[in-house]
Structure formats: C-alpha cells, structure tokens
C-alpha cells in the first residue's frame, strides 16, 4: 500500500513557473507508475500526465505538451511535475497517483493510489 503526499502548489501569475512533488511511502515505489491528475472547479478530473516504473517513459495531454515535464528520482519515492508558462486555465487541484502498472497510464481507473491533492492557481 501506497500513501501518496503532494506538495508545491499556490498561486503564480500567467506565464510563471510551478513544480509540484509527491513523495511516497512503501518500499515498491520504483515499480509504480505514477500520473498526475488534476481537476477544476465543475469539471470532470482529467489526465496531466504520466511516467513509467521502468525506463522513465512519459506521455503527456495536449494541453500541457511542451509546458510540463514529469520526472521521477526513485531513489527518494519522489515524482514531480514541472509546470512552466502556466496560463489560468491550469487552475486546479491537482492530484498524484500511483499503479501497481508499470505504465505510463492515461486512464484515472488505472491508477490504485491517490494523494488528497495540492490547489494551483494561475491568475490572469
């Protein structure tokens, strides 16, 4: 069992910068994929992005592609999401997951452990 602990939100002007982290507990980190989520305020939770347990492969959504980059040092249980030229419309909350999957993986039914999510907001 994963617990999974976000950390670096908060509020930033358009076109700044943002890195989020998510530190792990468990001894299995290194096997997991692991995705970011995110979700805003009367809409659906949607995918960010992902990287696999092994090779480091990572896929991305359309709106983030080349603004967001997602890495992941295992040997401190630690995947971040690096979020740059944020524009308001990147205002969530976002939220870290882990599979048991080696992934990467797009799908939220994928994933089997959640953080309770840090807020981002990108003001105008």
């Known amino acids: 069992q994963a617990q999974l602990v976000e950390s670096g939100g908060g509020l930033v002007q358009a076109g700044g910068s943002l890195r989020l982290s998510c530190a792990a507990s468990?001894?299995?980190?290194?096997?997991?994929?692991m995705g970011w989520f995110r979700q805003a305020p009367g809409k659906e939770r949607e995918f960010v992005a992902a990287?696999?347990?092994?090779?480091?492969?990572?896929i991305y959504a359309d709106s983030v592609e080349g603004r967001f980059t997602i890495s992941r040092t295992n040997a401190k249980n630690t995947v971040y999401l690096q979020m740059n030229s944020l524009k308001p419309e990147d205002t969530a909350v976002y939220y870290c997951?882990?599979?048991?999957?080696?992934?990467?993986?797009?799908?939220?039914?994928?994933?089997?452990?959640w953080g309770q999510g840090t807020q981002v907001t990108v003001s105008s």
């Open positions: 997951a882990a599979s048991v999957r080696s992934g990467p993986l797009r799908s939220g039914r994928d994933y089997n452990y």
């Open positions: 990287i696999s347990a092994f090779l480091g492969r990572t």
């Open positions: 468990g001894r299995s980190f290194s096997t997991y994929g």
